[in-house]
């Protein structure tokens, strides 16, 4: 292949995580992620999540509009992996360690109508939807000290963990800081000690500023060319989605405010419109490439612990979109090392170019 790639990439957030990029290894015979079946119904009579069935889950905790014609409701999950119901001590017997399970789990129905997808809700439902997250974190973090963290997700598909079709994404606040967060933040906060700005917005200027050309020392062809722009996928007034450098997934994007902000809870409600047309292109660019994909995406802000304020300057929120299209090996899940056959590079062109 005139074009292989086969080259170690360094997470430069987090060093200790590597990618292969391997594009040779797309050639394989492999099964890929099935894509996800597109249930297209407004509603479905058995579904708990569609308007009408309100009784079929928890009472809500809020719903927007108020009023029997909401456009989103948050409950409690029925099935949480944490709750505040109980309470116990916390217990160390030699090594081991047990922190209570304190913390709650919620869930946001981010839209009435069963199988709309993401790209095609409007940009006002998806700033009403961010708003809530939003609203919903600050609430959680006023009710109970003990929470470090509140992390919001969206699981579209069965590989993706979705067990309900109807579109939602969870909440989950809870008394520790999820060790991939941790990581993030500690390694940012290095970078600042040393270099005296944040990585994030570091790399974004380097997208949008930085290009380079490397040279074989003997031969003098080309073997590398950066150009500006190369990673951006979209870009508005407040907001950018990159393509990172070292992507673990074949089509994972990155969403980040262009200003530097630590925590998701001091966006600007009047900038959660450029958000969420960033959000809408970026996953419309997704589906016009690899269609009804399954998809994961997190929201990472600061955590609220002690150390909150040192790491205001050094971490920057954003939000992970990290498409399914292929199934861990045994290589990865026992290396930590994460195999891409398809270059970041090619990948965000690709995108770019995508007929929205």
Request: proline letters at 6%.
């Amino acid at each position: 292949m005139a074009n292989e790639v086969r080259e170690i990439r360094i997470n430069p957030i987090v060093p200790s995580e590597s990618v292969l990029v391997a594009t040779a290894r797309s050639m394989r015979p492999k099964k890929a992620e099935e894509l996800a079946p597109r249930d297209t119904r407004k509603f479905v009579e058995t579904c708990p999540f569609c308007v009408g069935n309100e009784d079929k889950t928890p009472p809500a905790i809020l719903a927007l509009p108020t009023g029997d014609r909401w456009e989103l409701r948050i409950v409690e999950n029925l099935y949480p992996v944490l709750g505040d119901n109980r309470s116990q001590t916390n217990l160390s017997f030699g090594l081991q360690q047990i922190i209570d399970g304190y913390g709650r789990h919620e869930v946001i129905i981010d839209h009435h109508a069963h199988g709309i997808a993401l790209h095609e809700m409007s940009v006002e439902h998806l700033a009403l939807v961010f708003g809530a997250y939003r609203s919903r974190m600050q609430q959680l973090f006023e009710s109970n000290p003990r929470l470090k963290y509140v992390l919001v997700f969206k699981n579209f598909g069965p590989a993706a963990g979705a067990s309900i079709a109807h579109t939602h994404s969870q909440i989950i606040a809870m008394p520790v800081v999820p060790e991939n967060v941790q990581r993030e933040v500690d390694n940012s906060s290095n970078f600042f000690r040393k270099n005296h700005q944040c990585i994030f917005c570091t790399l974004i200027d380097e997208a949008l500023t930085f290009e380079a050309t490397i040279y074989d020392r003997e031969s003098g062809t080309v073997r590398r060319k950066i150009n500006v722009g190369q990673y951006v996928v979209e870009r508005g007034e407040k907001f950018i989605a990159v393509k990172p450098f070292a992507s673990r997934f074949e089509w994972e994007v990155h969403i980040l405010p262009l200003r530097h902000q630590s925590d998701f809870l001091d966006v600007a409600p009047e900038d959660l419109g450029d958000f969420a047309r960033v959000l809408q292109r970026t996953m419309a660019r997704l589906d016009a490439v690899i269609g009804g994909a399954q998809y994961n995406y997190f929201l990472h802000s600061v955590p609220h612990d002690p150390q909150r304020g040192e790491h205001a300057h050094s971490y920057h929120w954003h939000l992970e979109i990290c498409p399914r299209t292929s199934i861990p090996t045994g290589f990865e899940l026992g290396s930590g090392l994460f195999v891409n056959t398809l270059s970041p590079e090619e990948a965000a062109e690709r995108l770019r170019a995508a007929e929205i």
